[in-house]
């Protein structure tokens, strides 16, 4: 089994910025990517950030320089740092991660469970 953990979301005004955090933990063997998605009300949930393990970076067109994700692989956690943020960045953040785990995991898929982030005045 793999946990994700999540944290760093809030209350936060326009233009201000939050730091998400999200660790994995359990029986991994190795991880491949690490994302974080969002997903406002009556909306699809969307790629926001992901990272791949080697430092590979593709970003929402609406978050290009003013998201930033990061990871740390030795405490198998990422960040998304969030500057300059909008009303329209408000959502709940989920983080994902794959990779593969030690038998029997195998294959794994893993979500967190989610952090809310509202940006408004």
């Known amino acids: 089994q793999v946990q994700l953990v999540e944290s760093g979301g809030g209350l936060v005004q326009p233009g201000g910025s939050l730091r998400l955090s999200c660790a994995a933990s359990?029986?991994?063997?190795?991880?491949?990517?690490m994302g974080w998605y969002r997903q406002a009300p009556g909306k699809e949930r969307e790629l926001v950030a992901i990272?791949?393990?080697?430092?590979?970076?593709n970003y929402a067109d609406s978050v290009k320089g003013r998201f930033t994700i990061s990871r740390e692989n030795a405490k198998n956690t990422v960040y998304l740092q969030m500057n300059s943020l909008k009303p329209e960045d408000t959502a709940f953040y989920y983080c994902?991660?794959?990779?593969?785990?030690?038998?029997?995991?195998?294959?794994?898929?893993?979500w967190g469970q989610g952090t809310q982030v509202t940006v408004s005045s």
């Open positions: 994902n991660v794959k990779g593969l785990g030690y038998s029997p995991v195998g294959p794994f898929d893993s």
């Open positions: 359990g029986s991994i063997l190795s991880i491949e990517a």
């Open positions: 990272i791949t393990s080697g430092g590979n970076t």
